[in-house]
C-alpha cells in the first residue's frame, strides 16, 4: 500500500475541569488526509484544502509532526500529504491535533504500524506545540484513542483511556470568530487559590469516576470550573448566555472547549443534544450578529480512521 486516505476527528479538551489533561473525541466532524510514499526522501505537503496554511513542513502542524516521526525512521524513500481541512484553525475543537496526529497516523499504516498510538501522539506533541507555543496532549490524545482520554503525563507520555456512558452525546456552539491557543493561555493566572485548586481536582475525581459509573447526575454535578472558565470567558462575546441557554434546554454541562471559542455541552441522549441545538439556533442570532455553526456528535469511541 502506497497510499491513504484517512479521517482526523475533531476534539473537545478541558472538558470543564480537567485543564490541559482531559479530552474526549467527536464524531462527525475532523479533517481528511491523504498520505502517500514517494521515491524522494522527505516530507512534502503537496495540497491544501479549506484554509489558508503553509505548504512548508516545517511551518505545518501536519508537517512538523510528520519531520518528527521521519527522524526516528530509517528509509530510503519519503511522504507526501494533502490536507483537506474541515476544522477552522482557532475554534477550539482540535483543529491543530487533528493534523498532527493525521500525519503520523497515516505514515505508520503504511510502514507498517511500526509505533504504538502512545509513541505516535509523542510525535504529535511536536507539531501541536507549534500552535501552542507548548507541549501537551489533551486534544492529541482522543484524536488518537477516541473516546475519553486522561494525559497522566508527558514526560514520559502516558495516556489513560477513559470509559463513557452509551447515551453520551456533545452539542458544541462555534462562532465564527478565531482565538489562537497561544493568547488564550496569556491570560490564564500563574497562581491559583488552594480552595479553588481543591475544588478543581475534586471535580476531575468525580468526573472520571462518574465516566466509569455511567452516572449521569455526577457527571452534571461535576462539569464545573473555577480555575480556567472565568479567565478564558471573557475572551468569547456572549459566553455566559450562551451557557444558560443550554443548561436551559436540558444539557449536563457547559463549558470552554479547549481555548475556545467553541462551546461544548454534554447531555443524556441524542433527543436533548439536538433540543440544545435547536435552542442555541434560536436564541444565538438574536444576541449577536456573529456568524456560527453548532455540531451534535455521539462519543467517538475509534479516533482517527482509515477512510
Not at 37 to 55: A, M, N, Q, R, S
Not at 277 to 294: G, N, R, V
Amino acid at each position: 500500500m502506497n497510499e491513504i486516505k484517512i479521517f482526523s476527528p475533531a476534539t473537545v479538551a478541558n472538558v470543564a475541569c480537567g485543564f490541559d489533561v482531559l479530552g474526549f473525541c467527536l464524531d462527525n466532524v475532523g479533517d481528511d488526509m491523504v498520505i502517500r510514499k514517494v521515491d524522494k526522501k522527505g516530507i512534502k505537503i503537496t495540497h491544501i484544502e479549506g484554509f489558508d496554511l503553509p505548504y512548508e513542513a516545517e511551518k505545518n502542524v501536519a508537517g512538523v509532526s510528520a519531520l518528527a516521526m521521519y527522524d526516528a525512521i530509517n528509509v530510503d524513500f519519503g511522504f507526501e500529504i494533502e490536507i483537506y481541512k474541515n476544522i477552522k484553525p482557532g475554534s477550539g475543537i482540535g483543529s491543530s491535533a487533528a493534523s498532527a496526529v493525521g500525519s503520523v497516523f497515516g505514515m505508520n499504516e503504511l510502514l507498517g504500524r511500526p509505533f504504538n498510538k502512545t509513541e505516535l501522539t509523542q510525535f504529535a506533541i511536536k507539531g501541536e506545540a507549534l500552535a501552542s507555543k507548548c507541549e501537551h496532549a489533551d486534544n492529541l490524545a482522543p484524536a488518537m484513542f477516541g473516546g475519553f482520554t486522561l494525559v497522566k503525563g508527558i514526560k514520559p507520555l502516558q495516556i489513560l483511556e477513559i470509559p463513557s456512558p452509551e447515551d453520551l452525546y456533545a452539542t458544541i456552539i462555534h462562532p465564527q470568530i478565531e482565538i489562537k491557543t497561544s493568547e488564550s493561555r496569556a491570560v490564564l493566572p500563574q497562581d491559583v487559590s488552594l480552595s479553588d485548586a481543591i475544588t478543581q481536582w475534586s471535580n476531575v475525581g468525580s468526573l472520571i469516576h462518574a465516566l466509569h459509573t455511567s452516572d449521569y447526575d455526577l457527571i452534571k454535578d461535576s462539569l464545573h470550573d473555577v480555575i480556567i472558565e472565568p479567565h478564558r470567558s471573557k475572551l468569547i462575546p456572549h459566553y455566559n448566555e450562551v451557557k444558560q441557554i443550554m443548561l436551559e434546554a436540558g444539557a449536563l454541562g457547559a463549558c470552554i472547549s479547549g481555548s475556545g471559542p467553541s462551546i461544548f455541552s454534554l447531555c443524556k441522549g441524542e433527543e436533548i443534544a439536538n433540543n440544545v441545538a435547536q435552542a442555541l439556533k434560536k436564541a444565538y442570532s438574536l444576541i449577536t450578529d456573529i456568524e456560527f455553526d453548532i455540531h451534535v456528535s455521539k462519543i467517538n469511541t475509534k479516533g482517527v480512521k482509515i477512510c
